[in-house]
């Protein structure tokens, strides 16, 4: 069974501060990874997505991807209020498009 | 910017009836896929298509499921018989290519609640 694991919080961050979420994956075959923000009864909408090893920075976020340890991170700078959702980690793995997503975790952004 | 459109919004349908999701993927994308999430728990991938076939579905999609792209722009899930534990969020999504590089689009999903 393929998993994609995440601490389901919340994880609270006072607003300005960076909020730091994980994921683990267990299929090494993984091949492409996915955060995507869902907020409360909303659909889940693409933040950024990595396939190499290192560090992706689009804006305020950075994914950070270490396949060796199976280990995907997101970084979110100056969080803000209106970053407090569910944040879902999901992979795909090299043989066919499915995605399989973790549990998420939930951020909640702190004035 | 384009987006994957889904309709209903919310499906209230009696046990044992028939419904079928409609979902219009972005125009230029050539892989549709059916995911949904049950209240509280994970988004669960059901089926991947792609040239007017199947290319993948999980063990949740069994017999009582079906898909189809009708024409040029709908892309539809039916589910026949429909029980109680039916009821979730189904997404629609779309994707360009499938190489990796290219990320999954979600609609705004149907809320279907199974009386």
């Known amino acids: 069974q393929k998993e994609v694991e995440q601490n389901s919080g919340p994880l609270s961050v006072p607003e300005g501060a960076i909020a730091s979420l994980n994921c683990t994956y267990s299929d090494r075959g993984s091949q492409s990874f996915f955060w995507y923000r869902q907020y409360s009864g909303k659909s889940p909408e693409l933040i950024m997505f990595?396939?190499?090893?290192g560090d992706k920075e689009d804006g305020r976020f950075t994914a950070q991807l270490n396949k060796a340890s199976q280990y995907v991170s997101l970084l979110i700078r100056d969080s803000q209020p209106s970053d407090s959702a569910t944040y879902l980690c999901?992979?795909?793995?090299?043989?066919?498009?499915?995605?399989?997503f973790g549990g998420g975790t939930r951020v909640l952004v702190k004035p | 910017e384009p987006e994957v459109t889904q309709t209903p919004s919310h499906q209230v349908t009696q046990m044992g009836q028939e419904v079928i999701l409609r979902c219009v993927p972005i125009?230029?994308?050539?892989?549709f896929y059916w995911y949904r999430q049950i209240l509280g728990q994970k988004v669960e991938f059901l089926v991947s298509f792609y040239n007017n076939e199947i290319s993948e579905k999980s063990e949740i999609f069994d017999d009582q499921f079906s898909v189809e792209r009708p024409d040029g722009s709908n892309f539809t899930l039916k589910i026949r018989s429909t029980k109680l534990e039916d009821s979730a969020m189904y997404f629609c999504?779309?994707?360009?290519?499938?190489?990796?590089?290219?990320?999954?689009?979600f609609g705004d999903g149907t809320r279907l609640s199974i009386l």
């Open positions: 990595i396939y190499s090893n």
């Open positions: 999504a779309s994707s360009g290519v499938v190489d990796g590089n290219q990320p999954q689009h």
């Open positions: 125009s230029n994308h050539l892989y």
């Open positions: 999901a992979a795909k793995e090299a043989a066919g498009n499915k995605l399989t």
